[in-house]
């Protein structure tokens, strides 16, 4: 075949991709735009509707709860942090001081200290509310309590 022949034979082909590229593409309103097995796997989101939709990166867990002590009182006040039994409640304790940092009932134990947070990753296999607390505040006389951990049913 002749170069001429092979160009010819290219440009009738590109030709026919775009033919079929526009006749394959639903209109907007036609029965094909709505079918949900064209758009499986996709969300949109209703009309109004500002949130993110779905995707890999929102299956991800959440952040974990910082707690801060500065000169041993807890910022912001007593922390709540809420998990459903058997998944994981993570939080982190940063402190400006060395501290031992220790969750009743899981009894788990971590020391933070200055550059050091005490990172807390935990099964909750056990309902209840659960108190974490500071050892060093406890031994200084002050109120040791600087978060609870709630864990409701499943």
Same mark, same amino acid.
């Not at 082909?13 to 758009?39: C, T, W």
């Not at 990172?119 to 659960?130: A, Q, Y």
């Not at 600087?146 to 409701?152: F, G, K, N, S």
């Given at each position: ?10 440009? #009738?082909?590109?030709?026919?991709? &775009? ?5 394959? %593409? ?27 939709? $779905?995707?890999?990166? *929102? ?9 801060? #002590? ?9 922390? =709540?942090?809420?998990? !459903?039994?058997? *998944?994981?409640? %993570? /939080?982190?304790?940063?402190?400006? $001081? *060395?501290?031992?940092? +220790? &969750? +009743?009932?899981?009894?788990?134990? !971590?020391?933070?200290?200055?550059? !050091?947070?005490?990172? /807390?990753?935990? !099964?909750?296999? #056990?309902?209840? &509310? /659960?108190?974490?607390?500071? +050892? ?10 600087? $978060? =609870? #951990? &709630?864990?409701?049913?499943?």
């Amino acid at each position: 075949m002749s170069r001429q022949g092979r160009i010819g034979l290219l440009g #009738l082909a590109a030709v026919i991709a &775009v033919v079929v590229f526009v006749l394959a %593409r639903p209109e907007e309103g036609s029965d094909k735009a709505d079918d949900p097995s064209r758009n499986a796997g996709q969300t949109t989101p209703a009309a109004g509707d500002d949130r993110p939709t $779905a995707t890999a990166e *929102s299956a991800l867990p959440p952040p974990p709860t910082e707690i801060r #002590l500065d000169g041993g009182e807890v910022q912001g006040g007593v922390q =709540r942090i809420e998990a !459903k039994a058997g *998944s994981t409640a %993570r /939080f982190v304790v940063i402190s400006d $001081a *060395s501290d031992d940092i +220790h &969750v +009743h009932g899981y009894d788990i134990e !971590k020391e933070a200290a200055l550059g !050091k947070p005490a990172r /807390f990753e935990i !099964k909750t296999d #056990l309902e209840g &509310v /659960f108190e974490i607390e500071s +050892h060093v505040a406890e031994d200084a006389g002050r109120e040791p309590l600087i $978060a =609870r #951990l &709630v864990v409701e049913p499943s």
